[in-house]
C-alpha cells in the first residue's frame, strides 16, 4: 500500500509539473518517438533479509550476470522552455542470478552453505523522467531523472515471485541528429529498487543496475 501510494503522488506531482508548464497546444512541442536497445551491467544483489520465519537471517551479496536490454520512449520538449522536457519509457532486461557460494549470517553467527543454485530474474521498467538537455541544432547532450516502477519476477526451481515497486530511474546521454527529424542517440542509465519476493525465493534484496543504450528516435 505505501508502495502505490507513492507511486500515486509521484505521478501527481509529475503531471502538475506538466500541466504548468503546458503549451496552448501540444502541436508546437517538439514530440519525439524511439526504440532502444543495449547492455544491463548489473551490480550484486544487496542487503539480502530472509522473510517471514527467516527475517532474522542475511544473505552474502550474490552476482548477477549481464543481460541485453531493450525497449522505447516517446516525450517532448517544450516550446517556451527548450531545455526542459518529460518523457515515459518502457524496457527489458533479464539479469539472472549466478550459482555461486553463499553465507548466511544471523545470530551472531555466519555459516556458508555451499553453492546456491541461480535462478532467473526479470526486470520491466516503466520511467517517467523530467529531461533537461543542451538544445543544439546536431549535438543534444542531457541528462534525467524519474520515478521509476519495476516489475521483477524470479523464477527458481519451476516456482515463481512477483515484485512491483517504486525506485529510482536516472539517465544521461548525447543525441545527434542526422537530418530535422531523426536523431542517433546513446545513454546510460541507473535504476535502484528493493525487491522482495517471499515465497519461491523467500527473500528481499536491493537491487541496482548500469544500462547503456543506443538507439534511433524520430522527432515531429
Do not use: C
Not at 549470517?105 to 523530467?130: C, D, E, K, Q
Not at 516489475?151 to 545527434?176: C, E, H, I, M, Y
Not at 527473500?203 to 544500462?211: G, H, K, L, R, T
Amino acid at each position: 500500500m505505501r508502495h502505490e501510494a507513492f507511486i500515486r503522488h509521484a505521478g501527481a506531482f509529475l503531471v502538475s509539473l506538466l500541466w504548468m508548464w503546458l503549451p496552448s497546444s501540444f502541436s508546437f512541442a517538439e514530440m519525439y518517438v524511439a526504440g532502444m536497445a543495449g547492455y544491463t551491467a548489473p551490480n550484486d544483489l544487496t542487503d539480502i533479509k530472509g522473510t517471514g520465519g527467516a527475517s532474522a537471517l542475511s544473505l552474502s551479496d550474490l552476482e548477477l550476470q549481464g543481460s541485453v536490454a531493450y525497449g522505447g520512449k516517446i516525450g517532448y520538449f517544450l516550446p517556451t522552455v527548450k531545455w526542459l522536457g518529460v518523457e515515459t519509457e518502457l524496457y527489458n532486461t533479464t539479469p539472472n542470478v549466478k550459482q555461486q557460494p553463499a553465507t548466511v549470517s544471523g545470530f551472531g553467527m555466519s555459516v556458508p552453505v555451499g553453492t546456491l543454485p541461480g535462478f532467473h530474474l526479470r526486470v520491466l521498467t516503466w520511467g517517467i523522467n523530467a529531461v533537461v538537455r543542451y538544445p543544439g541544432k546536431t549535438f543534444q547532450p542531457y541528462a534525467g531523472v524519474g520515478l521509476g516502477v519495476f516489475f521483477a519476477k524470479a523464477t527458481f526451481q519451476g516456482q515463481s515471485d512477483s515484485d512491483t515497486v517504486p525506485g529510482l530511474n536516472a539517465l544521461a546521454g548525447l543525441r545527434v541528429f542526422a537530418t530535422d527529424h531523426v536523431a542517433l542517440f546513446a545513454e546510460y542509465k541507473y535504476n535502484r529498487a528493493t525487491f522482495n519476493f517471499p515465497n519461491a525465493i523467500g527473500f528481499e534484496a536491493d537491487y541496482s543496475a548500469n544500462i547503456f543504450m543506443g538507439g534511433l528516435s524520430y522527432h515531429f
